[in-house]
């Protein structure tokens, strides 16, 4: 099995996702989940739905947002396991 970095991640067919005053809303649909995303989740969002991994998306957002490596790892894993926890994202199954 992949480890957490490695893990790539993508929208679970149930959620959708609509931007909301500058923001993006996320809703899934069976559950009603919803969480609202700033500037820093949309990417983070958008990365995910790109199929990059974990690691991946916290080099992209280091990077583009000039934070030290450390706060982007804490960040971008909170927001992807958090997503995957209300049903919002779903784990990819790696190649064999």
Request: aromatic share 4%; proline share 3%; net charge negative.
């Amino acid at each position: 099995m992949a480890d957490k970095e490695s893990c790539r991640r993508r929208p679970h067919p149930d959620a959708v996702a609509e931007a909301f005053e500058g923001e993006l809303l996320l809703l899934h649909l069976g559950h009603g989940t919803t969480f609202r995303l700033n500037r820093t989740g949309k990417v983070i969002w958008q990365l995910a739905g790109d199929g990059l991994t974990e690691e991946q998306i916290t080099c992209r957002v280091q990077a583009r947002f000039a934070v030290l490596p450390e706060q982007a790892r804490h960040d971008v894993a909170a927001l992807l396991n958090g997503l995957e926890q209300h049903h919002l994202l779903e784990r990819v199954a790696e190649a064999a």
